[in-house]
């Protein structure tokens, strides 16, 4: 059983960075066709996928925010993180990081709260 | 590629019929996925590849469709279906993922 959770700061100033970790238990980032992926949840809206890469370690992004958002993985403490800069207040949601294609084991997720 | 979901709330009572539409905004994949989530809890996927089930979910789940028109149908409500309901595309190339906006299952 994959377990994953994130963790990071849950206040981020406005033009500020947001920083996240998930960490991943009973699995491994680097196992063979597994995708990794950042989903976040505005509060009340809908999910919007954020980004994934799987083993060769490519990453694909959501093309709206693609300019500022870095998925990176760290093998040797089996974690991976995304960075999101410049943020806006558009930006407070709910962060999930997940596993699978599509994704079958999820985080239980972090709330971000973008404010001053 | 656009996903609306219809109804936005289906008011429906235990052991009644669900049926949940997803339409693409154009023909696509059968990469599509529903997913169930309940308030304050990640999603759980149900149905993956347009009509396979996910490990552990229960057979009164299906998922049909093709082109741009896909269909989540829970055969018997059980008390605990009552959520929100989204659909996932997995687009082939690049590798783009995208939502609908959800339908929530609400006891009538």
């Known amino acids: 059983q994959v377990l994953l959770q994130e963790s990071g700061p849950g206040l981020v100033k406005p033009s500020e960075t947001l920083s996240l970790t998930c960490t991943v238990s009973g699995g491994s980032v680097s196992t063979s066709f597994f995708y990794w992926s950042w989903i976040r949840q505005p509060p009340g809206k809908r999910l919007e996928w954020i980004g994934h890469?799987?083993?060769?370690?490519?990453?694909v992004y959501n093309p709206s925010l693609e300019s500022r958002a870095t998925i990176a993985v760290d093998t040797s403490k089996n974690h991976f993180s995304l960075t999101l800069t410049s943020v806006t207040a558009a930006d407070t949601a709910v962060y999930f990081c997940?596993?699978?294609?599509?994704?079958?084991?999820w985080g239980q997720g972090t709330l971000v709260t973008v404010s001053s | 590629i656009v996903l609306t979901q219809s109804p936005a709330t289906l008011s429906l009572s235990p052991g009644e019929r669900a049926t949940l539409s997803c339409r693409a905004s154009?023909?696509?994949?059968?990469?599509l996925a529903w997913y169930q989530q309940k308030p304050g809890q990640a999603p759980r996927l149900l149905i993956y590849d347009t009509s396979n089930r996910a490990a552990g979910i229960p057979a009164r789940f299906s998922g049909s469709g093709s082109g741009a028109d896909f269909t989540l149908t829970i055969s018997s409500l059980d008390p605990e279906d009552f959520a929100v309901y989204y659909c996932q595309l997995r687009s082939d190339w690049p590798s783009t993922w995208t939502f609908g906006q959800g339908t929530r299952v609400e006891i009538k």
């Open positions: 997940a596993m699978g294609l599509p994704p079958g084991f």
């Open positions: 890469f799987y083993y060769s370690g490519s990453m």
């Open positions: 154009q023909s696509t994949t059968n990469y």
